[in-house]
Nanobody, 117 residues
């Protein structure tokens, strides 16, 4: 079973930037597409960005042009560069391997991102 550890969240002002990291245990990381999800209070968890094993990316409309997902297979790590942050980006951010509407691995603890002045 792969374990996922997210980090890099924090408090940032509107318009600011953060970079999130997700470290995955195990040697099978490179074979899987990876995604960043977020869950705001009272809302369902949603996929905001994903990257295939070959590097193709997907972004939700709400983050397109502001967020960039990348991965380093040698480090078993996926990143989410977040720019021009808005208060509505406030959420707990998680990573996982998407499989259709589901995910493959157990969720990690997530990392809190708060955008506020």
């Amino acid at each position: 079973q792969v374990q996922l550890v997210e980090s890099g969240g924090g408090l940032v002002q509107p318009g600011g930037s953060l970079t999130l990291s997700c470290a995955a245990s195990g040697s099978i990381f490179s074979f899987y597409a990876m995604g960043w999800y977020r869950q705001a209070p009272g809302k369902q968890r949603e996929l905001v960005a994903s990257i295939t094993s070959g590097g193709s990316t997907y972004y939700a409309d709400s983050v397109k042009g502001r967020f960039t997902i990348s991965r380093d297979n040698a480090k078993n790590t996926v990143y989410l560069q977040m720019n021009s942050l808005k208060p509505e980006d406030t959420a707990v951010y998680y990573c996982n391997a998407p499989s259709g509407r589901f995910v493959i691995w157990t969720w990690g603890q997530g990392t809190q991102v708060t955008v506020s002045s």
